[in-house]
């Protein structure tokens, strides 16, 4: 199997499935993760339909089982995961601090902290398996410290704890992981441009970002085709290194 090999989370849609269609017209094999299997189906179909290699992987990132059924269906069709994109992730509700209860935070942590450790768990012995296996973690310029103590930037004006806590947990475990496994390339993107507050147009933000999906992704792009001599453990946007 000379092919590279990728599986994305949440890629039914947004930044996902873009980043699963720039894969495809790179000739990798993709493994379309996606919670919601009819919009998964439709995915793939589209994607297969304009010449990619997809498989869709039904990929619930909150559930155990889900994430078990996901990596031996992965397993019937390669011995080894080249890249992992932990790309699912939720919003959260934007409820004001004052008013947050620990509920809020579990729901978005389970997407989006505890998510992407399921899902790089039940993986990492076929991304062992690889050559250059490379780990990208879509985090936000939420996580990190330097944005949200920046009164410069919208974020910071965004009362709220549960979203912006849980980029923030997402970046430690990603170094975390980074210094632990250096075998495997552990890396973080903002699908936004922090030095100029743009942030790509999704679902999750209402379509509002100043950016498009192809502009969000490229930094995805960037990460998933290290060489191996390429680094672990960094932050970046499509401009550069971000700030923790």
Not at 48 to 58: I, N, Q, R, Y
Not at 65 to 85: C, G, M, P, Q
Request: glycine letters at 10%; charged letters at 20%; aromatic letters at 6%.
């Amino acid at each position: 199997m000379s092919h590279t090999t990728v599986l994305v989370t949440g890629a039914n849609k947004g930044l996902g499935l873009e980043a699963a269609r720039r894969f495809g017209e790179m000739g990798w094999k993709v493994f379309l993760g996606s919670r919601d299997i009819e919009r998964g189906r439709a995915a793939a179909d589209k994607l297969a339909a304009d010449g990619a290699d997809v498989v869709l992987v039904p990929l619930d990132v909150t559930s155990d089982e889900s994430v078990a059924a996901a990596e031996r269906l992965v397993r019937e069709h390669t011995d080894r995961l080249d890249v992992l994109v932990n790309n699912a992730g939720a919003p959260g509700h934007l409820v004001n601090p004052a008013d947050t209860t620990p509920e809020e935070l579990h729901g978005v942590y389970d997407t989006n902290v505890y998510g992407p450790v399921r899902v790089t768990h039940a993986f990492l012995p076929l991304l062992q398996r690889a050559e250059n296996p490379r780990v990208v973690m879509v985090s936000s310029g939420g996580g990190s410290f330097a944005v949200v103590t920046d009164p410069a930037q919208g974020i910071s004006k965004m009362h709220e704890l549960a979203y912006t806590s849980s980029k923030a947990a997402l970046n430690m475990i990603t170094v975390r992981y980074a210094q632990a496994l250096p075998g495997i390339k552990f890396n973080l993107v903002t699908p936004g441009e922090v030095s100029t507050g743009k942030f790509t147009a999704t679902d999750m933000n209402g379509h509002r970002g100043q950016l498009t999906v192809t502009e969000g992704t490229d930094p995805f792009i960037e990460l998933a085709t290290l060489d191996a001599d390429g680094p672990s453990g960094i932050f970046i946007d499509r401009l550069g290194p971000v700030a923790w």
